[in-house]
Nanobody, 126 residues
Framework: QVHLAESGGGLVQAGQSLMLSCAVS????????MGWFRQAPGQGREFVAAASRDSEYIEYLDRVKGRFTLVRDNFLHMVYLQMNSLKPEDTAVYYCAADWDAPTMPRKEERHYGYWGQGTQVTVSS
């Protein structure tokens, strides 16, 4: 059973940075497409970024392109989301997820991700 554990959330001011971490255990992280999603209060869960197994392909939500960077370290079984130039609209609970079908290309649809972490809160004040 794959277990995902996020960390690194917190309260920051607009324009500042945070780096989220996701520790993967119970499975071979290199076998999964890994993604980040977020859920703002009163809204559904939203795709943020995902990387193919070897990081050859990385997809981002348009609104975070150029500000967020997903990095995965298969050797350390870690996935990171570096978030720069944060905006109040980035406020959400952020979730790490693994696509259990192990596709070649990263997918943006939540339904493809079978393993989820517990989430970490990111709050950006204006």
């Amino acid at each position: 059973q794959v277990h995902l554990a996020e960390s690194g959330g917190g309260l920051v001011q607009a324009g500042q940075s945070l780096m989220l971490s996701c520790a993967v255990s119970g499975g071979n992280v290199s076998a999964y497409v890994m993604g980040w999603f977020r859920q703002a209060p009163g809204q559904g869960r939203e795709f943020v970024a995902a990387a193919s197994r070897d990081s050859e392909y990385i997809e981002y939500l348009d609104r975070v392109k150029g500000r967020f960077t997903l990095v995965r370290d298969n050797f350390l079984h870690m996935v990171y989301l570096q978030m720069n130039s944060l905006k109040p609209e980035d406020t959400a609970v952020y979730y790490c997820a693994a696509d259990w079908d192990a596709p070649t290309m990263p997918r943006k649809e939540e339904r493809h991700y079978g393993y989820w972490g517990q989430g970490t809160q990111v709050t950006v004040s204006s």
